[in-house]
């Protein structure tokens, strides 16, 4: 285990577990786009098994059992599996809040329908830019007339609309095309969400990552065009935290409020806890979801303050962001258990910096390596 | 954003009032988000089913308390839920 000597927390039982409230199911890995920031794993080509049809349905009535609500479907394309109205209609059945998450790719108007009558709540669309040539390049596949298509189908149908665009350094300078874009589409909901550098945008940080300068520029007209629509839409506008001088907090606090299943079953606390070594994440098809969300060692190894180190241990804030995320702690330090390094009291910070001015050297050089896409090729390459 | 006290008020499609068992309470949920509400609040949102106006919600509630004077309060409260989306006029 990388840079720690701590012995694991108890896996009895513990007083103070909270009940899980989301639930991500991560339906597939199978995706027909390959966007470079895609926050899969780099080595997602070696799950190849996939949870069955029965298996994502008891999940669903265990999770709920025990109080999640909202529900994403997600993947990879979540629409590449065939059983997708049976588990949107066994979900609605239960009581979920249930949420399409989408490239839009392969999603007609008939689908539409049959989902809305499966019992679908919402429909987020992914968009990768404003233009036509960019969204293709970023998602390594012709797919921008298609989308702006689906946008509008699921405004037709009656579905609150969301719009997802990932931010990062080749779409940034389009922030006022993509705010005129989810305004002519009618978005009710417009998601523009900063890359996190995880999974494929971790290999990717020196072609994604905008400088500051592009950051506080780009969020001051999300800022003012939020005011213009406020009542129309609403903006969620997620951090970029590498311009930040403290951590998110991550999860709302690992094991408390979210889970995550992965298409082969593996329960996981955060969708990228998968990268973090010896944790053992249990899988479902061993053990039920009480079970793994109250005794798993994975789901009890960050739960409360016991597992911190200096600073974060004797850290007046650490109840305000847990010590931030575990996962970029180690993708950045080397030691999960460090503070993560957006922290300016973490002795890792200057990490940030250097890998501010490495993204910045890159933009300025002249032959600017390719950005990797994320396909089955890449990954098994990569991994 | 006020409420017209001549329109009928109703729970906004695009929002699901629930009961949620575990947590004993009545939730808002809409895309991203959850709301927690107490029970007057519930209570309040319950009766916006499309069919009544303001002054009849509050003459249904009080009934159904056995209260008076409760004018303001629900006012208010159905302005912060008009405010956030959670309800529709016309
Ligand atoms: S981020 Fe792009 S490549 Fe990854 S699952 Fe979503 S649509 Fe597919
Ligand atoms: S030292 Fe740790 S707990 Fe304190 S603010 Fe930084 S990350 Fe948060």
């Known amino acids: 285990m990388a840079g720690s000597n701590k012995t694991n927390p108890t896996t009895a039982l513990r007083t103070g577990i909270t009940p899980p409230r989301w639930l991500l199911a991560e339906l597939t890995y199978a995706c027909p786009l390959q966007c470079p920031y895609c926050s899969n794993p780099i080595d997602y080509a070696k799950y190849q098994s996939e949870l069955d049809t029965e298996d994502w349905k008891r999940v669903l009535t265990q999770a709920r059992k025990m109080g999640a609500v909202q529900l994403g479907f997600s993947g990879g394309e979540p629409l590449t599996r065939k059983d997708l109205p049976e588990l949107v209609k066994h979900a609605r059945g239960l009581g979920y809040y249930s949420n399409l998450i989408t ?3 392969g999603l007609t108007e008939e689908k539409i329908i049959q989902l809305k009558e499966a019992g679908l709540d919402h429909i987020q669309v992914s968009i990768q ?9 970023i998602a390594g596949t012709e797919s921008f007339q298609h989308k702006k298509e689906v946008a509008h189908l699921v405004k037709k149908h009656g579905y609150p ?6 931010i990062h350094r080749e779409n940034i300078h389009q922030m006022p095309q993509i705010l005129e874009m989810a305004e002519e589409l009618g978005a009710d909901y417009l998601e523009l969400a900063n890359t996190q550098y995880y ?12 400088t500051k300068e592009q950051f506080e520029q ?4 999300a800022q003012a065009f939020k005011e213009k629509v406020a009542g129309k839409m609403k903006i969620y506008y997620v951090v970029p935290d590498f311009h930040e001088d403290r951590p998110k907090a991550c999860m709302n606090g690992w094991g408390t409020t979210f889970l995550t299943i992965a298409p082969d079953g593996v329960a996981l606390p955060c969708h990228s806890a998968r990268e973090l070594p010896g944790l053992d994440c249990p899988n479902v098809k061993d053990y039920s979801i009480e079970q793994i969300w109250n005794e798993s060692k994975a789901f009890n190894f960050f739960r409360g303050y016991e597992w911190m180190k200096e600073p974060c241990s004797s850290c007046d804030e650490k109840e305000k962001d847990f010590g931030g995320c575990r996962c970029q702690a180690y993708l950045l330090t080397g030691d999960m258990y460090a503070a993560d390094p957006v922290c300016s009291k973490s002795p890792n910070h200057p990490v940030i910096q250097e890998a501010i001015d490495s993204a910045r050297a890159s933009a300025l050089s002249d032959n600017e390596k ?6 089955s090729k890449n990954s098994r390459l990569l991994s | 954003m006020s409420i017209n006290p001549d329109q009928t008020i109703k729970f ?3 929002h699901r009032l629930q009961w949620e068992e575990v947590q004993q309470k009545d939730v808002i949920l809409y895309p991203e988000g959850m709301v927690e509400l107490n029970q007057s609040s519930a209570e309040i949102l319950k009766m916006c089913d499309g069919t009544r106006k303001l002054d009849q ?3 249904d509630l009080e009934q159904k308390f056995a209260m008076t004077g409760l004018v303001n309060d629900i006012t208010a409260f159905l302005e912060v839920a008009l405010k956030n989306g959670w309800i529709q006029q016309n």
Do not use: K, T
Request: proline content about 7%; glycine content about 4%.
């Open chain 1, 129 to 137: 830019a404003s233009s036509q040539e960019l969204n293709d390049h």
């Open chain 2, 57 to 59: 919600i509050i003459a």
């Open chain 1, 218 to 221: 780009a969020e001051q007209i």
């Open chain 1, 199 to 210: 999974g494929w945008a971790h290999a990717n940080r020196d072609l994604l990552l905008p």
């Open chain 1, 103 to 105: 490239s839009g790719y």
């Open chain 1, 370 to 375: 390719p950005l990797i896409f994320r396909n």
């Open chain 2, 12 to 14: 906004s499609p695009m």
């Open chain 1, 161 to 166: 609309m969301v719009l997802c665009v990932v």
